[in-house]
């Protein structure tokens, strides 16, 4: 119980990130078939619009490293105090949400992008609360 007091403010942090990423990146294998077709529409005035399936890919495994990462890391923050999982998973998070970023603004959806980064900046506090 101590453990969970002590770490609270880093438990919640990782948990929205489980839930976050875990619930995007598996709608996206999911749903790969209507994620790819939205994407298309949307890169389709874009550099990347011949690249959507492999940047799907890629966003997708990032998104679920994310959230195992995270996920991982509560267990090790709960059961050794030990942060290292949590640590990079707040990174894979952070770099997930900039890659997203990019794709926003690429597409000139501005709207988009404005709401990754209400993701991003719990993701960059939870990095700077395991910096050591």
């Not at 996920?71 to 990079?88: H, K, N, P, R």
């Not at 209400?118 to 395991?130: E, S, T």
Request: with cysteine; charged share 15%; net charge neutral.
């Amino acid at each position: 119980m101590e453990s969970i007091i002590e770490n609270s403010t880093v438990l919640v942090l990782l948990i929205f990130l489980v839930i976050t990423f875990l619930q995007s990146g598996l709608d996206k294998i999911v749903d790969w078939k209507g994620n790819l077709e939205w994407l298309k529409g949307h890169f389709s005035k874009t550099p990347f619009k011949n690249m959507v399936p492999v940047l799907l890919f890629v966003v997708m495994v990032m998104e679920v490293l994310a959230g195992l990462f995270s996920a991982i890391g509560c267990v090790q923050v709960l059961l050794s105090g030990e942060s290292t999982f949590a640590f990079y998973g707040g990174i894979l998070a952070c770099i997930s949400l900039l890659m997203l970023l990019f794709g926003q603004r690429i597409a000139k959806d501005y709207e988009g992008a404005k709401t990754i980064v209400i993701y991003l900046i719990p993701a960059i506090f939870l990095v700077f609360l395991l910096q050591n």
